[in-house]
């Protein structure tokens, strides 16, 4: 099976530029998640979709951070405007039924650098 | 306190040797752990899942305790490609399973 796809893999920006991720999740998981992961740090979870529903996003930082999932499969995560510590890993990934049972599959990521 | 915390070693063993870790957490709704790994720079991947009678995966062990809220992972016979960062997940309910990390332990396994 395909697993997690997510583009692009590096992102140079300066700071308060914008910036998008796409992430297209295992066929059939209907839970996709967002985490942003800085060096020497565990995966922060940004947001969490059931299909095209928000489940959690108490940790996305809603003045400069959205994410969209509006037809349940592959979403769309935006910082506008970037700061310098949103120098991270941006990690997707996706699970069957919430993940509770079978775990959760990432994505590659997109390792995003802020100038 | 964070929801789920880890030491974050380095834990420095030699091939052949056992090295156990482990990870609490503080939400006691939590109902659901695993144990991912992570290689450098790359993303993590799902090694186990930890069941309450505590499973085996060859020589990977993983148990829970939930009067004390903390699982462990036992590596036995270590090898020089466990080399890794050792990341555990909680799971607590919240309308769905909410999964939240740790920050990961650290295994360097020389020769």
């Known amino acids: 099976e395909a697993g997690v796809a997510q583009s692009p893999r590096y992102k140079i920006i300066e700071k308060r530029q914008s910036v998008a991720f796409w992430c297209n999740p295992i066929?059939?998981?209907?839970?996709l998640y967002w985490y942003q992961q800085i060096l020497g740090q565990g995966p922060k979870l940004l947001i969490q979709?059931?299909?095209?529903?928000?489940?959690?996003d108490s940790q996305l930082p809603k003045d400069r951070f959205s994410a969209e999932r509006l037809k349940g499969v592959d979403s769309t995560l935006k910082i506008q405007p970037a700061k310098l510590e949103d120098s991270a890993v941006y990690l997707c990934?996706?699970?069957?039924?919430?993940?509770?049972?079978?775990?959760?599959?990432f994505g590659s990521g997109t390792r995003l650098t802020v100038v | 306190r964070k929801e789920v915390e880890q030491d974050p070693g380095p834990f420095n063993v030699p091939e052949g040797a056992t090295v156990a870790f482990n990870c609490t957490y503080s939400?006691?709704?939590?109902?659901?752990f695993f144990w991912y790994r992570q290689d450098c720079r790359k993303e993590p991947k799902l090694l186990m899942s930890?069941?309450?009678s505590g499973n085996e995966d060859g020589r990977f062990t993983a148990q829970l305790n939930r009067a004390s809220q903390y699982i462990s992972l036992l590596i036995r016979d270590s090898k020089l490609s466990d080399s890794a960062t050792y990341l555990c997940?909680?799971?607590?309910?919240?309308?769905?399973?909410?999964?939240?990390f740790g920050r990961g332990t650290s295994l360097i396994v020389h020769p």
């Open positions: 939400n006691s709704a939590s109902q659901s």
């Open positions: 990934a996706s699970s069957l039924a919430g993940g509770a049972t079978y775990g959760y599959t």
């Open positions: 930890v069941y309450s």
């Open positions: 979709f059931q299909n095209n529903g928000v489940v959690d």
């Open positions: 997940v909680a799971n607590r309910r919240g309308g769905s399973y909410i999964p939240t």
């Open positions: 066929s059939g998981h209907a839970t």
